[in-house]
């Protein structure tokens, strides 16, 4: 949910589901005049749940432009939490197989003596 603000926060121009569904009622504003200013722009603040997620200012050059978001909310903190384990991506087949052989034949030589694993010297 987003709720949009003059720049200078003296008038609520409403509330709405997402950015986009916002910008018919903007569009309707700006050709009407109600949104001042040579550059129009407006201040959307973005809610998840009760809690504020993000605050930007949307200007509009033709189009409504709405800034990127930062890679890091903040510099100090980290996006990703510690010792949270990720999904490995998938290894083809081919190496899996080459894996898995190798591991039995591992497996199998770890029993044996060592006169059967080794191999022989060939006299001639």
């Known amino acids: 949910m987003i709720e949009i603000f003059s720049e200078d926060r003296t008038r609520y121009y409403g509330r709405f589901a997402h950015f986009k569904a916002a910008k018919e009622t903007l569009d309707l504003l700006r050709e009407k005049g109600g949104i001042a200013g040579a550059i129009p722009s407006v201040l959307v603040m973005c809610y998840k749940g009760t809690e504020l997620q993000r605050t930007y200012t949307a200007t509009y050059n033709g189009r409504w432009r709405v800034p990127k978001e930062a890679t890091t909310p903040d510099a100090g903190k980290n996006l990703r939490a510690r010792n949270v384990l990720c999904k ?33 010297p060939i006299f001639m």
């Open 88 to 120: 490995q991506p998938k290894k083809p087949r081919h190496i899996r197989a080459k894996e898995a052989q190798r591991h039995a034949d591992r497996c199998f030589r770890a029993g044996q003596p060592d006169w059967l694993t080794k191999p022989l």
